[in-house]
């Protein structure tokens, strides 16, 4: 199994950036894909998630709106769009494989992270 989270950077606020997920190495369609994200200091956060199995999804308060997670079934690689940033969406941000629905939101797999910095 196989994450490769890339996209990230440096961005002003109210700006956007989008994240991807390349996975590979199991069947996508059996899955799903969350994304989660760590800010110095605090703890790791779930931030969005897409079972492809049971088709939930779940987004965090703080960016419901404003995020939004997607697939490009050509490539099995899931996207974060994510809009309207602000300064406290400055994480590194992770995918993770999930196995279990959006409600549960169970992971056995990371990718590396990718850092996002949103300044004010």
């Known amino acids: 199994v196989q994450l490769q989270a890339s996209g990230g950077g440096l961005v002003h606020a109210g700006g956007s950036l989008r994240l991807s997920c390349a996975a590979s190495g199991f069947t996508l369609d059996n899955y799903g894909i969350g994304w989660l994200r760590q800010a110095p200091g605090k703890e790791r956060e779930g931030v969005s998630c897409?079972?492809?199995?049971?088709?939930?999804?779940y987004y965090a308060d703080s960016v419901a709106g404003r995020f939004t997670i997607f697939r490009d079934n050509a490539k099995d690689t899931v996207y974060l769009q994510m809009n309207s940033l602000k300064p406290e969406d400055t994480a590194v941000y992770y995918c993770a494989k999930l196995i279990s629905s959006c409600r549960e939101r169970l992971y056995d797999y990371w990718g590396q992270g990718t850092q996002v910095t949103v300044s004010s």
């Open positions: 897409f079972s492809f199995s049971d088709g939930s999804t």
